[in-house]
Antibody, heavy 120, light 110 residues
C-alpha cells in the first residue's frame, strides 16, 4: 500500500525548534519530488517547501524561507522538515506529499498530517 | 507569493452544474498551464482532481472539468452529487519557483 506517515508534531513555544519526519512506503521514494503543505486550523492550504528526488532542487515559501529546512534520506525513504524560530502563525497541520510526477509540481499522495502548535 | 482568488462559497442542487473560478496573475496562472484543483472533505486530506488545467488523475470522475482563460482558471462540476459537497482549492506553479493556492471555496449541495 502506498503510504505517507508524518510524525514529530506537537506543542512548542515561540522561538523554539521542531523536526517533522515523513516515512514513505509502497513506492520507489527516490523517484519522486516531495513536498510539505500546511493548513492552519479552519483555514486554507499553504505550500511550504519542495525537494526534488536528488535534493538538487529545493524551494521554500517566503513565509518560512531562512527558518525551515527541507531534506530527505533516500536510503531511509524519509522526508524531513527542520523548523527553527517557530512563530505562532506556523501553527498548522503539516502534510507530507508525494508529487504526481506529470510535469509541474502537483500534490498527488497526501499523508494524514502532523499537528504543530506554537504557543506560549 | 500572493494567494489566488476564489469565491468563498458556491451552491447547487443535485444534478446541476456549477463552476468555481480561480483568479491569479501574469506571474502564475497567466503564464503557466500548471493549474490544479483539490477536493477536501471535512477532516480528510485533500485529493488531486485536476492537473495541467484540464487533465484528470486516474480514478477521478469526468464530471469534474477544468479550463483556463488568461489569468483565470475554472473548475466545473456537472451532475452535482451529495458527495461533491466539500472544499475546493485551486493551485498554480509560479515564476518564482513556488506554488500558490487559492483561499478555497466551500461547495454546498442543496
Amino acid at each position: 500500500e502506498v503510504q505517507l506517515v508524518e510524525s514529530g508534531g506537537g506543542l512548542v513555544q515561540p522561538g523554539r525548534s521542531l523536526r517533522l519526519s515523513c516515512a514513505a512506503s509502497g513506492f520507489t521514494f527516490d523517484d519522486y519530488t516531495m513536498h510539505w503543505v500546511r493548513q492552519a486550523p479552519g483555514k486554507g492550504l499553504e505550500w511550504v517547501s519542495t525537494i526534488s528526488w536528488d535534493s538538487g532542487v529545493i524551494a521554500y515559501a517566503d513565509a518560512v524561507e531562512g527558518r525551515f529546512t527541507i531534506s530527505r534520506d533516500n536510503v531511509k525513504n524519509s522526508l524531513y522538515l527542520q523548523m527553527n524560530g517557530l512563530r505562532v502563525e506556523d501553527t498548522a497541520l503539516y502534510y507530507c506529499i508525494k508529487d504526481a510526477a506529470v510535469g509541474y509540481w502537483y500534490f498527488d499522495l497526501w499523508g494524514r498530517g502532523t499537528l504543530v502548535t506554537v504557543s506560549s | 507569493q500572493s494567494a489566488l482568488t476564489q469565491p468563498a462559497s458556491v451552491s447547487g442542487s443535485p444534478g446541476q452544474t456549477i463552476s468555481i473560478s480561480c483568479t491569479g496573475t501574469s506571474n502564475d496562472i497567466g503564464v503557466y498551464n500548471s493549474v490544479s484543483w483539490y477536493q477536501q472533505h471535512p477532516g480528510r486530506a485533500p485529493k488531486l482532481i485536476i492537473y495541467d488545467v484540464s487533465n484528470w488523475p486516474s480514478g477521478v470522475s469526468n464530471r469534474f472539468s477544468g479550463s483556463k482563460s488568461g489569468n483565470t482558471a475554472s473548475l466545473t462540476i456537472s451532475g452535482l452529487q451529495a458527495d461533491d459537497e466539500a472544499d475546493y482549492y485551486c493551485s498554480s506553479y509560479t515564476a518564482d519557483t513556488s506554488v500558490v493556492f487559492g483561499g478555497g471555496t466551500r461547495l454546498t449541495v442543496l
